[in-house]
């Protein structure tokens, strides 16, 4: 009993280290934005709790393509010993594709719900994190006119709802371009295939819409082996989309997005910031363009232009900003009074 005790104080410690690292990490990330305790305190926890649930959401997004592709294993057994010779042969590029997009039709059937919950998620997260982030940013200018009980603006909140798709449907995209592109190179490997599968290329245009889920399961177990089953379904099992890090790292863009959002919003409910600057921390994580925003002034709705790219604020991709211009950025603002603004 002592040695297994010992064992869990082991794993115990070490995921305390783990812990302590990750929240280091964290604390590490935001150094150099200028942001006072209260900020950097809510912005810690929001950020640390988005990263969990989204974490959470692909764990089951995982479990549940893993069990929609076990419903295969043992149709393809009993069709593959009763009917079919397995054709060796490297797949054409034609009917790879074309059995890839039967597959991920498969794998990817309740993509709707999928990005439902992504949406919510986000929602909940900017519901928690943005109006008090918002009045922290209004309550720290000075002469604020901010009203206790006044809500988020229209434009906060169309930012929001428009943002939450926006995010939603890019999320699970990139995670059904992962996978489909490990189907891909799994194929292309070029293990076993069907002859019988070659008529498949003629049924695929009419193929979505005149079969039912079962359908699918059944014909999808005509026309692979179990080898490439198994290749296919570690494929999925091993795929980095659903990995920690992932979570991480969009955690920390859309949590420091809302952070800009929400205090672009908080002086507007100070109804005395006139202006706003693009602050950047310029340390060896900055990239060079934003280094060359650094000071840039405009007035409190006018697009900063970083990089050739309109952004209302840091991490701002509303307006098109492309993704080299906001994963990962640190960057802030800094408030231009209205007096200031007259100078």
């Not at 070659?198 to 359908?215: A, G, I, M």
């Not at 900063?304 to 990962?328: Q, R, T, W, Y």
Request: a positive charge; one cysteine or more; hydrophobic letters at 35%.
């Amino acid at each position: 009993m002592s040695l297994k005790r010992n064992v869990l104080q082991e794993i115990s410690q070490t995921l305390d280290v783990i812990l302590k690292k990750i929240d280091q990490e964290n604390n590490d990330y935001l150094s150099g934005m200028g942001l006072d305790k209260k900020q950097k305190k809510l912005l810690l926890e929001e950020m640390e709790n988005f990263e969990k649930k989204l974490q959470a959401f692909w764990i089951r997004q995982k479990i549940e393509y893993l069990k929609i592709m076990k419903k295969l294993p043992e149709l393809i057994k009993k069709d593959l010993k009763k009917v079919y010779k397995v054709k060796k042969a490297i797949l054409s590029e034609e009917y790879e594709n074309q059995l890839i997009e039967i597959i991920t039709g498969f794998i990817f059937v309740n993509e709707e719900a999928e990005i439902d919950q992504l949406a919510a998620l986000y929602l909940s997260f900017s519901n928690s994190f943005f109006p008090e982030f918002a009045k922290l940013c209004a309550c720290s200018v000075k002469n604020s006119k901010f009203e206790p009980n006044q809500g988020l603006s229209q434009r906060a909140i169309d930012w929001i709802n428009q943002h939450k798709i926006k995010f939603a449907t890019k999320v699970n995209q990139t995670t059904q371009n992962a996978i489909t592109q490990s189907l891909k190179e799994s194929l292309s490997k070029g293990i076993g295939t069907l002859s019988a599968g070659n008529k498949l290329v003629s049924d695929v245009p009419n193929y979505f819409n005149q079969s039912t889920h079962n359908e699918k399961s059944k014909k999808l177990s005509k026309i692979i082996d179990v080898k490439t089953y198994n290749m296919l379904y570690q494929s999925i099992e091993q795929q980095q989309c659903f990995e920690f890090y992932r979570a991480r790292r969009i955690a920390r863009t859309e949590t420091i997005s809302a952070m800009n959002a929400a205090t672009l919003e908080g002086w507007r409910q100070s109804k005395v910031v006139q202006g706003k600057e693009w602050l950047c921390s310029c340390d060896h994580r900055s990239r060079l363009w934003h280094k060359e925003a650094n000071g840039q002034k405009v007035a409190l709705e006018e697009s900063f232009i970083v990089g050739g790219e309109k952004m209302l604020h840091p991490g701002d991709s509303s307006l098109g900003a492309s993704a080299e211009n906001v994963i990962h950025c640190r960057c802030t603002m800094k408030s231009i009074l209205s007096y200031q603004m007259r100078r």
